[in-house]
């Protein structure tokens, strides 16, 4: 029996049976995925255990489910029945933080913030941002290649992976990557695993690269009448050729959720926000801000102003990643994740608006303006069944817009179960047949995060 082996072979208490704990690891917060029961919960504490765990489930014939800190929007850590929930977030060793490299190296289990921090007391910075850097481990976004606030001008986090340690879907334990500034000895397998939601091989160790610490920023804020409005914003700044190291977009829904949960004083006199910083050092940073300033009125801003106020400025932004979960306290939200040119940002947000709409549901909104990449976020009353069939029309509606206008159907939260059909649409039939090729490689016995991603053939 797979319980007993793994007994017999990991510390006691790195095995949980308790089915009241089981359910909550059963499922990560994509609203609306679908989830089975587990086995068994495994936390292990070193790659050599998840290499125990991997070649039990292997003998075994069970599949295997890796989960950080379970964060993830759309259902990629959910459990199947009768699999191994394994959780990385006992993992959370920075083995290494190396200035004259310029590299970090950490467990799975680190979280976001805690590696930035860790890294700041250095003077160096790890630029990849989510939202939920709070709480989401650097395995986590590694698996769906997060981006975040910055990735406008300093990239997401495949542009900062340098290696990986893996544990194969055969129960090999590998090296992936370098530390070296430059190297392209073979495939790049590293780039591979970024990005691949523990469907090709269970992440245990980290090597990223790091940058010096950035100046501090200048905040520009500027009120618009409508979403569309704000994309154009959005789209003269790039026009202008400048790379803002932000612009985030927050409309009034999400701000007076945000204010109603944590009485932040955060109530406008518009119904969308835009927030664009800039880090350049010195009179270029300010002469940045000041043409920034300029793109939001030529835009149609019906405020717009470079604050002076760093407390103001940065309680906006901390309203920003706090949007989603104070949205949830109002009801079930459906998170959409696509990603457009920025030239389509105006045309894919009054889409958005018509799918609202024409499905008669609330959408509230944010994104990471600057790059094209928004989050819909689709709001049904508790327990309203024909809500939720109609967001989920809307679901499939914005995701077939962000096709249509070049876009795709996510840019960071990965593509779990929620966007199955929708890589098949964006994806062409051969394309995903090199996908199954891939996993079928890399996971001979089927047994690594089944039915993720590409789903089962």
Same mark, same amino acid.
């Given at each position: 029996?797979?319980?007993?082996?793994?007994?017999?072979?990991?510390?006691?208490?790195?095995?949980?049976?308790?089915?009241?704990?089981?359910?909550?690891?059963?499922?990560?917060?994509?609203?609306?995925?679908?989830?089975?029961?587990?086995?068994?919960?495994?936390?292990?504490?070193?790659?050599?255990?998840?290499?125990?765990?991997?070649?039990?489930?292997?003998?075994?014939?069970?599949?295997?489910?890796?989960?950080?800190?379970?964060?993830?929007?759309?259902?990629?850590?959910?459990?199947?029945?009768?699999?191994?929930?394994?959780?990385?977030?006992?993992?959370?060793?920075?083995?290494?933080?190396? !200035?004259?490299?310029?590299?970090?190296?950490?467990?799975?289990? =680190?979280?976001?913030?805690?590696?930035?921090?860790?890294?700041?007391?250095?003077?160096?910075?790890?630029?990849?941002? &989510?939202?939920?850097? &709070?709480?989401?481990?650097?395995?986590?976004?590694?698996?769906?290649?997060?981006?975040?606030?910055?990735?406008?001008?300093?990239?997401?986090?495949?542009?900062?992976?340098?290696?990986?340690?893996?544990?194969?879907?055969?129960?090999?334990?590998?090296?992936?990557?370098?530390?070296?500034? /430059?190297?392209?000895?073979?495939?790049?397998?590293?780039?591979?695993?970024?990005?691949?939601?523990?469907?090709?091989?269970?992440?245990?160790?980290?090597?990223?690269?790091?940058?010096?610490?950035?100046? =501090?920023?200048?905040?520009?804020?500027?009120?618009?009448?409508?979403?569309?409005?704000?994309?154009?914003?959005?789209?003269?700044?790039?026009?202008?050729?400048?790379?803002?190291?932000?612009?985030?977009?927050?409309?009034?829904?999400?701000?007076?959720?945000?204010?109603?949960?944590?009485?932040?004083?955060?109530?406008?006199?518009?119904?969308?926000?835009?927030?664009?910083?800039?880090?350049?050092?010195?009179?270029?940073?300010?002469?940045?801000?000041?043409?920034?300033?300029?793109?939001?009125?030529?835009?149609?801003?019906?405020?717009? =102003?470079?604050?002076?106020?760093?407390?103001?400025?940065?309680?906006?932004?901390?309203?920003?990643?706090?949007?989603?979960?104070?949205?949830?306290?109002?009801? !079930?939200?459906?998170?959409?994740?696509?990603?457009?040119? /920025?030239?389509?940002?105006?045309?894919?947000?009054?889409?958005?608006?018509?799918?609202? /709409?024409?499905?008669?549901?609330?959408?509230?909104?944010?994104?990471?303006?600057?790059?094209?990449?928004?989050?819909?976020?689709?709001?049904?009353? !508790?327990?309203?069944?024909?809500?939720?069939?109609?967001?989920?029309?809307?679901?499939?509606?914005?995701?077939?817009?962000?096709?249509?206008?070049?876009?795709?159907?996510?840019?960071?939260?990965?593509?779990?179960?929620?966007?199955?059909?929708?890589?098949?649409?964006?994806?062409? &039939?051969?394309?995903?047949?090199?996908?199954?090729?891939?996993?079928?490689?890399?996971? &001979?016995?089927?047994?690594?995060?089944?039915?993720?991603?590409?789903?089962?053939?």
């Amino acid at each position: 029996m797979l319980v007993d082996h793994l007994l017999d072979r990991l510390p006691a208490e790195r095995v949980q049976l308790d089915p009241a704990v089981l359910v909550g690891y059963s499922h990560d917060e994509g609203e609306w995925a679908e989830h089975g029961t587990p086995l068994v919960l495994v936390r292990p504490r070193s790659a050599v255990e998840v290499q125990v765990v991997v070649r039990a489930c292997v003998e075994h014939g069970v599949p295997v489910v890796t989960r950080g800190a379970g964060t993830g929007l759309s259902g990629g850590a959910n459990a199947v029945d009768g699999c191994v929930v394994l959780s990385t977030e006992a993992m959370t060793a920075i083995t290494e933080i190396n !200035p004259v490299e310029r590299l970090a190296v950490v467990q799975a289990g =680190v979280v976001n913030d805690d590696l930035r921090a860790a890294c700041a007391e250095q003077g160096l910075w790890y630029p990849p941002d &989510p939202a939920s850097a &709070p709480w989401s481990t650097i395995g986590g976004n590694v698996a769906t290649n997060a981006g975040g606030l910055c990735c406008v001008k300093y990239g997401v986090t495949a542009d900062y992976v340098l290696g990986l340690q893996v544990v194969t879907g055969t129960g090999e334990l590998v090296r992936l990557g370098r530390r070296t500034a /430059k190297g392209v000895a073979g495939y790049n397998l590293t780039g591979l695993l970024v990005g691949s939601e523990g469907t090709l091989g269970i992440v245990t160790e980290v090597t990223v690269k790091l940058r010096p610490r950035r100046p =501090v920023e200048r905040t520009v804020a500027g009120y618009f009448a409508s979403v569309v409005d704000a994309g154009h914003a959005v789209t003269a700044v790039g026009a202008a050729g400048i790379v803002p190291s932000a612009l985030e977009l927050i409309d009034r829904h999400c701000l007076e959720a945000v204010d109603a949960w944590k009485k932040m004083g955060l109530a406008v006199e518009a119904d969308v926000v835009l927030l664009a910083r800039c880090d350049v050092p010195g009179a270029a940073g300010d002469d940045e801000a000041e043409a920034i300033l300029d793109c939001f009125e030529r835009a149609g801003a019906t405020w717009a =102003v470079r604050s002076t106020d760093q407390a103001e400025a940065d309680a906006l932004f901390e309203a920003r990643r706090l949007a989603y979960p104070a949205l949830e306290r109002l009801g !079930p939200v459906l998170t959409e994740d696509v990603c457009v040119p /920025k030239a389509a940002v105006p045309e894919m947000l009054a889409r958005i608006e018509k799918a609202a /709409k024409d499905h008669d549901v609330l959408i509230a909104n944010i994104a990471h303006a600057g790059d094209g990449n928004l989050h819909p976020l689709l709001i049904t009353p !508790p327990g309203d069944d024909e809500a939720r069939a109609r967001a989920q029309q809307a679901f499939h509606q914005i995701i077939a817009d962000a096709i249509a206008l070049g876009g795709t159907v996510t840019g960071e939260h990965g593509i779990g179960l929620l966007k199955r059909d929708g890589l098949a649409a964006e994806l062409s &039939p051969e394309v995903m047949d090199l996908h199954h090729a891939v996993k079928a490689a890399l996971d &001979p016995h089927g047994i690594l995060n089944p039915g993720k991603v590409i789903g089962h053939r």
